[in-house]
């Protein structure tokens, strides 16, 4: 019975045909929704792909490769000189370390055949003065201090040799210059320098004997000597 008055009902509507418009608007509604299925469908692959699949310009790859390469050129350059300018300080801290250590060589060298000579000089001095008879006398400090020169000499040879003990330690541009003295005029005897204990040594060869003169004295004088004392004297001795 309700199926029957429910089909009654529905064929007693009358039929309205829709606008125009509507049909229109429905049919596209339907057609964006079947189109978003469709992609839905397909994921982000689809469209990666249509993408990746886009023609690549004749000179990209081209461009891409020119631009690379100038990079590594340009890299390239600032790598070679920064490892030039790094050889090239090591080859002269290399070159200046070898010169230094040259240097120090020479001048222990010169330094020991200084000193050689100078034990040469003395030992000879010494066996002249054993071989003949000699001369001695101490030249005291003038102002009371332990500076001293023991002097022997040789009257056959006038061979002298003046051994300084005590003496103030000197700069390195002051040295000790040796006097004799005789009617006022003072003659240079040589120059010597003493050690961090204040002695020192020097021989002198004269013409005539040492007590043709009147005195002897020995004071501080710049490197390389003076024409006169400079200074009082830190011995002095009168015959």
Same mark, same amino acid.
């Given at each position: 019975q309700y199926q029957a008055i429910s089909d009654q009902l529905l064929h007693s509507v009358p039929v309205?045909?829709?606008?125009?418009?509507? /049909?229109? #608007?429905?049919?596209? @509604?339907?057609? !964006?929704?079947?189109?978003?299925?469709?992609?839905?469908?397909?994921?982000?692959?689809?469209?990666?792909?249509s993408s990746a699949s886009s023609p690549i310009p004749p000179n990209a790859t081209r461009r891409t490769w020119a631009l690379g390469a100038r990079r590594f050129v340009k890299r390239s350059k600032f790598q070679i000189a920064a490892a030039a300018i790094l050889a090239l300080l090591v080859l002269t801290n290399i070159l200046s370390f070898t010169q230094i250590r040259s240097l120090q060589t020479m001048q222990t060298r010169l330094w020991q055949q200084i000193s050689s000579e100078q034990v040469t000089q003395q030992n000879m001095v010494q066996v002249i003065l054993a071989t003949y008879?000699?001369?001695?006398?101490?030249? /005291?400090? #003038?102002?009371?201090? @332990?500076?001293? !020169?023991?002097?022997?000499?040789?009257?056959?040879?006038?061979?002298?040799?003046?051994?300084?003990?005590?003496?103030?330690?000197?700069?390195?541009?002051?040295?000790?210059?040796?006097?004799?003295?005789?009617?006022?005029?003072?003659?240079?005897?040589?120059?010597?320098?003493?050690?961090?204990?204040?002695?020192?040594?020097?021989v002198m060869q004269l013409n005539e004997p040492l007590d043709d003169y009147d005195a002897i004295g020995i004071t501080p004088e710049p490197a390389g000597g003076s024409n006169g004392p400079t200074a009082p004297p830190v011995v002095r001795k009168e015959f």
């Open positions: 309205v045909e829709p606008p125009a418009a509507l /049909a229109q #608007q429905l049919a596209a @509604t339907l057609e !964006a929704d079947a189109s978003r299925a469709t992609d839905h469908g397909h994921g982000g692959i689809g469209r990666s792909i008879d000699t001369s001695s006398f101490e030249v /005291a400090a #003038q102002d009371g201090s @332990t500076a001293h !020169a023991y002097v022997e000499w040789c009257p056959q040879t006038y061979t002298v040799l003046v051994e300084a003990g005590d003496f103030p330690v000197l700069s390195p541009d002051m040295t000790y210059q040796l006097w004799l003295i005789r009617d006022g005029q003072r003659t240079s005897g040589g120059l010597f320098t003493v050690n961090s204990w204040g002695n020192g040594s020097l």
